[in-house]
DNA sequence: AATTGTTACGGCCGACGTAAGAATT
DNA sequence: AATTCTTACGTCGGCCGTAACAATT
């Protein structure tokens, strides 16, 4: 019994017709018969008593009904789980540091971030002064600085970040 | 994404170990990874970060840790009804009857108790008077007998059911 | 060298579709 | 005759296993 198989169980017993539930899931008739004739065989149970040219609902279909629905239900949330965290790691950081912390700090951070975050791009660009990678984050040019100085000029409302220790993520 | 996946993600989760979890599943360990790859691929997620010879959970698995055991549970769970169903709905039915009652109640009653569980086989035996149908049913060898008489006779412990209408289940 | 995960490749089971059949209204 | 489910059969995808490879400790 897996997934599957209770989707079109439930699209059955929404419509109590093979017909009408087959082209809801987008397959033929037969193969949907074929494939509830298959379920039923493993649980050893029928689900429907097929009764002239119509079916009836079975005692043990009817108490399966509500399990099924929370598998369904509950595989589409972890679908949903899982497009949400897509959505949170898929994107690009663009940085800016000065030439001086630029090599050692930048070389070891990236590769941190990307190795925690492979599917993350990484841009970096190059300033000079501490000022300009300031202004540059201000501006929105780059989403992250890296700069090297004595006392921190006009960061304006921006997140400062000491580094000290070389580990953290 | 099916149930198979979560099962084998959570089988990975579990021992932090391809190699453990494809033995704990029954299956060689590079169908295992295999399998672990079609699910990122399918998500657009990396699940699992490879570092060096091991892996580490990623924040897109950690999120899906939880909706995936509430799908395995779940799945366990309409197993278990179908199967408590199954227990109920098989088995035989050998009852003994009369001639003359034999015919009217016994064809319906049959036709309408094979409707409702197919799964269900009835034996009839024949009797020709009431004592003999008492005298089987005590004896075991039926478990349902079917008698017209003005009193019923030495019935013993047995259950006695009046027939009136021609509706019961 | 040993451990661990990935890539390559082939076989087989099963899901699906089309066509034909059976049963009921 | 029309509707509805089942049986028969062929095709194709994908799951799994074996073997070979890559990378890390």
């Known amino acids: 019994m897996d997934a599957r198989q209770l989707t079109y169980f439930l699209a059955v017993v929404d419509t ?6 087959a082209e809801q899931l987008y397959i033929a008739q ?6 509830i004739s298959t379920l039923e065989r493993e649980l050893g149970v ?7 040219r119509g079916i009836v609902l079975s ?3 009817a108490q399966l ?5 929370q598998v369904v239900r509950d595989l589409e ?4 789980a899982a497009r949400s965290a897509r959505g949170l790691q898929r994107g690009r950081v663009e940085l800016i ?5 630029g090599m050692e700090p930048l070389s070891t951070l990236v590769r941190d971030f990307t190795a925690d975050h492979p599917a993350m791009t990484v841009t970096a660009d190059a300033a000079f002064t501490p000022e300009e990678v300031v202004q540059a984050v201000k501006a929105g040019r ?3 600085g890296l700069l090297g100085a004595a006392s921190p000029p006009h960061t304006g409302g921006l997140n400062v970040l000491p580094i000290e220790d070389s580990r953290w993520s």
């Open 30 to 35: 037969p193969s949907l018969s074929q494939a």
């Open 46 to 52: 029928p689900l429907f008593h097929r009764v002239g």
């Open 77 to 80: 949330a972890a679908r949903a």
């Open 97 to 101: 540091a000065m030439p001086s912390p």
């Open 142 to 144: 780059s989403e992250l």
């Open 65 to 69: 009904i509500e399990p099924a629905r």
């Open 16 to 21: 109590m017709n093979f017909g009408r539930a």
């Open 59 to 61: 005692d043990a279909g």
